[in-house]
């Protein structure tokens, strides 16, 4: 059999992105097929904030942080046509209470490598003069900073040189006598590589069962608001402290402490609710009615402002809230970089360079067994 | 608000859009036991096809500017008759923004105030979507120059504002409209230069049975036309706009005759001098408040059964928004949807034989749009008389070498990826403007966007929407 390339990236959004373009600079032929156009899934129908701020010591951080660093490196060679912005984020805590609990939790993040500067109420409407009056405090985290998703997915496989197939929809793994991955099946023919990497968001576990390993990504659904555009009033990405605990809840209801953040082009975006409602499209108002409201909380002058739309997204969900990245050892060749939850963007390219470090040998730079695909079992799909 | 004249507790249904379809459907539902309360953003009821004369500027003789006058008249004194006996609620200068499901019932959420800032929710226990429709332009090399101007625009400004917007036009696209523009300016004085229309005649005779069927509607074009025979307009046919030309303003349009293909044939170009340029290209419907209830939406127009409800209990649709025909079909349409309502908001299975008339009427002008919509084809290559430099996206500036490069060197394939990649389609008009040409130069069908707020709403606004009805 011909091959037609080293690998198969499953997933043309920003995880799919990253692992072509890592892998292709490790010296792979990369193809990269996506049903639908280049970010059409869930990175088109998000926000890019590259957040270490939410972020608790553990796997995840870690990943933060060694991504991080990946896309102050990018932003070197892509930094405006992916508008990149390194603007810093702003946590606020509204009582001494949580005040309190905000600074025990930066002191944890501290001691893992993130800067993470306390600020005194006195000194918050110097870093952002429109702030609500009488909060008690904040932190700010240099280290956030921000990207538009779709361009960012967009101009990382244009640099990977890797070869782009959208418009098709892969409909089986196939697999040899020794049960190791052959290449894909698609609605367009075949693909034949010795790896393929499920970079499929939110519909992983659909491609994982096509391999036929169990993989239980669930969707949890995000609602944004966008402003009209506005001159710059909002100069980090600001967030109540509560949105860590909403972030890090397992809950399925409705939690909606928003970020706020300004961006390049003038629009103030606000998001993003989260509840796990499958995958239902249509409009509901208490999760944007929310978002509007926390917004407005933390900065007053945004109830004169329009909203001009809001949109949708789905999270890809897995249970204990940490993504799957790395080799299945059910099925030899076939890896996964998928389920990065509300962190996709910021953590695609760690992810990628993980990915790219297995592909070619390498071992990878973090420990990956916290983020094994096997490690939800195996019950049927 | 309160009915004096109905018990509170009969139905009520509200109706959004006081156009043609709105005001049949109110009137029939207000006959047949319902209480309306309708909704338009418009200071005065009519629509697009009846729109007023703005109060105070004294037209003399209004019904010059209109025909169907009568039809109009009727529908007003009805409307005004209902409202004195307290069965119909006219709320004016309410721009709806979304409208929500409750547990059991509608809210209406609208905006109203010179600056649409302040917030007033309507309670119904249905809705009926009489929203209309928009004007389709497709974009060509000079179309931002000032005098160029929606064919729409140009007979908004005759009908409500009355003002002659040029001396020397030229009307261009396609479609009906295109007939009715130029006979309104050439009776408001202006001197119309050419009309433009890049339909095939052959078009019309291949699908003369659809459109003999509908002598009446023949006879309304056949008029126009003698008018404009009248007024020496010259009718290019089969011809299309190529380039605006202006340095500050318009001063000439070059037109071009387009060949078997729907190509532009170079050696037929030649240049019109003009101060004003009004195109149109059709009409697409306005779909928000349909799309944000969950409605099912065909193409780019509202889903519909034989009674005009969508797919979602408790909302019906009627007129443009369902798909473009005309008046007299939104008026009908409007008839069915308003009687459907009433029937079955007051637990009784509606009798089409009750309206078999609007039915008929409604069967044979579904049947004379369609064969209208095909034969009033924007060229089959517009795209390419877009240059690169063609600004596409007015709100945000967004050219025609933008989108293609979107599409041939960044992976998009659909109009959301070019919007998200080139920011076409990102402002004030939220792509209403840009949507056909986006998605004819991408390459892939048009499909109706998904705009949950069809009006911008503040904050402030958004914060307490509807958060009474949550208690319930
Ligand atoms: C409202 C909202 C706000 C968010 N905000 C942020 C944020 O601020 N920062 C952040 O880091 N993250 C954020 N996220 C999360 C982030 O968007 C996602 O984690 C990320 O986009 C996931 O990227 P992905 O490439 O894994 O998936 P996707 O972008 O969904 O890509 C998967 C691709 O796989 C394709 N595909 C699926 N099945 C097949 C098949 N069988 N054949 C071919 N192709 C297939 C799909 O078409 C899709 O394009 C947000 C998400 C939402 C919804
Ligand atoms: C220039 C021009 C010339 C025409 N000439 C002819 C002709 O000669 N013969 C013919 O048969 N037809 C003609 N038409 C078409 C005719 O006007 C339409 O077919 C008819 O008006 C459709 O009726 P409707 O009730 O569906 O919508 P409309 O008349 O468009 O009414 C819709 C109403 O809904 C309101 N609305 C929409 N959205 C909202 C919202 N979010 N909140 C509040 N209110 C809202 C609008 O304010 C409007 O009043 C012409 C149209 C145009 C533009």
């Known amino acids: 059999m011909r091959l037609t390339c080293d690998v198969v990236v499953i997933g043309a959004g920003m995880a799919g992105a990253a692992c072509a373009l890592y892998a292709s600079r490790a010296g792979l032929d990369v193809v990269v097929v996506d049903r639908g156009p280049v970010a059409g899934g869930t990175t088109g129908a998000g926000e890019g904030n590259l957040l270490v701020s939410d972020k608790e010591p553990g796997p995840e951080l870690e990943l933060a942080l060694l991504s991080g660093r990946l896309w102050t490196g990018l932003a070197g060679e892509l930094g405006d046509r992916i508008e990149y912005e390194p603007k810093g984020g702003v946590v606020v805590a509204a009582d001494p209470e949580g005040l309190a609990a905000l600074e025990r939790f930066a002191a944890g993040q501290r001691a893992a490598g993130v800067t993470a500067e306390n600020v005194g109420a006195d000194q918050l409407h110097e870093l952002e003069p429109h702030l609500a009056p009488g909060l008690a405090g904040g932190v700010r985290y240099p280290q956030d900073a921000q990207v538009m998703p779709t361009l960012a997915a967009a101009h990382l496989v244009r640099a990977s040189g890797a070869r782009l197939s959208t418009g098709r929809t892969v409909t089986g793994v196939l697999r040899g006598a020794s049960g190791a991955v052959r290449g894909v099946r698609t609605d367009h023919g075949e693909i034949h590589a010795p790896a393929v990497v499920n970079a499929a968001g939110t519909w992983g576990g659909e491609v994982a069962a096509l391999a036929g390993v169990h993989l239980p990504v669930l969707p949890r659904r995000g609602f944004v608001l966008v402003t009209e555009p506005l001159p710059p009033r909002v100069r980090h990405k600001v967030y109540a402290a509560d949105y860590v605990a909403d972030v890090a809840s397992d809950s399925a209801t409705l939690q909606t402490s928003p970020v706020v953040e300004g961006t390049a082009a003038g629009p103030v975006l606000i998001g993003a609710s989260r509840e796990r409602v499958g995958f239902d499209r249509s409009f509901s108002l208490p999760p944007v009615r929310a978002l509007a409201a926390g917004a407005t909380r933390l900065f007053p002058f945004l109830s004169g402002v329009r909203a001009m739309r809001t949109y949708l997204g789905f999270r890809p969900y897995l249970p204990d809230r940490l993504p799957a990245i790395g080799p299945d050892p059910r099925v030899p060749g076939l890896l996964h970089a998928c389920g990065h939850e509300g962190a996709g963007i910021g953590l695609a390219t760690g992810t990628g360079q993980l990915i790219a470090q297995v592909l070619s040998g390498k071992s990878p730079e973090l420990d990956l067994t916290p983020f094994r695909p096997e490690r939800f079992g195996e019950e049927t799909v | ?472």
């Open chain 2, 1 to 472: 608000m309160t009915d004096a004249s109905r018990p509170e507790t009969s139905p009520r249904l509200a109706v959004i859009g006081a156009g043609p379809a709105g005001l049949a459907a109110t009137l029939a539902a207000a006959r047949h036991g319902l209480r309306v309360t309708l909704v338009d953003a418009a200071p005065e009821a009519g629509g697009q096809f009846y729109r007023q004369p703005a109060a105070g500027l004294g037209a003399r003789r209004p019904q010059a500017l209109h025909h169907r006058w009568r039809d109009w008249e009727r529908l007003r004194d009805g409307l005004d008759r209902h409202i004195t006996a307290g069965l119909v609620v006219h709320l004016r200068d309410h721009h709806v923004w979304c409208v929500t499901r409750r547990r059991s019932g509608f809210t209406v959420h609208a905006l109203l105030g010179p600056e649409q800032e302040r917030p007033a929710e309507v309670r119904a226990d249905a809705v009926l979507l009489a929203t209309g429709g928009y004007e389709k332009v497709l974009p060509f090399p000079g179309w931002t120059l000032p005098g160029v101007v929606t064919a729409g625009g140009a007979q908004a400004m005759l009908k409500g504002g009355l003002v002659l917007p040029g001396r020397t036009a030229v009307v261009a696209g396609t479609g009906p409209l295109l007939l009715p523009v130029a006979t309104g300016l050439a009776a408001a004085g202006a001197q119309v230069a050419a009309l433009v229309d890049s339909a095939d005649p052959r078009a019309f005779v291949r699908r003369s049975p659809a459109l003999a069927a509908q002598p009446a509607k023949l006879a309304e074009g056949a008029r126009h036309a003698a008018r404009l025979l009248r007024h020496g307009v010259p009718t290019l046919v089969h011809h299309t706009v190529v380039e605006a030309h202006g340095d500050q303003r318009l001063e000439a349009a070059t037109v071009a005759a387009l060949d078997t293909a729907g190509r532009v044939r170079p050696d037929t170009r030649r240049r019109i001098g003009c101060d004003t340029l009004a195109v149109g290209h059709g009409m697409l419907p306005h779909t928000d408040l349909a799309e944000g209830l969950g409605c099912r939406i065909d193409g780019v127009a509202v889903h519909v059964d034989d009674e005009q409800r969508t797919d979602v209990p408790g909302v019906w649709a009627a007129g443009e928004a369902t798909g473009v025909g005309g008046a007299v079909l939104a008026l009908a349409e409007g008839h069915i949807a308003g009687r459907s309502a009433a029937a079955r908001l007051s637990g009784r299975e509606p009798d089409p034989r009750g309206w078999a008339g609007a039915d008929r009427a409604r069967a044979g002008l579904r049947r004379f749009a369609a064969a209208m919509d095909d034969a009033y084809a924007p060229p089959a290559h517009w795209a390419e008389q877009v240059t690169d430099d063609t600004v596409v996206c007015r709100c945000e500036e967004v050219t025609g070498g933008a989108v293609r490069r979107a599409v041939t060197e960044l992976g998009a394939g659909d109009v959301r990826t070019v919007k998200l990649l080139t920011r076409a389609g990102m402002g004030w008009c939220q792509g209403r403007m840009c949507g056909t040409a986006v998605a004819g130069l991408a390459g892939c069908p048009e499909t109706a966007a998904r705009r949950p707020f069809a009006r911008p709403v503040p904050l402030g606004v958004l914060a307490r929407a509807g958060s009474a009805d949550d208690e319930q």
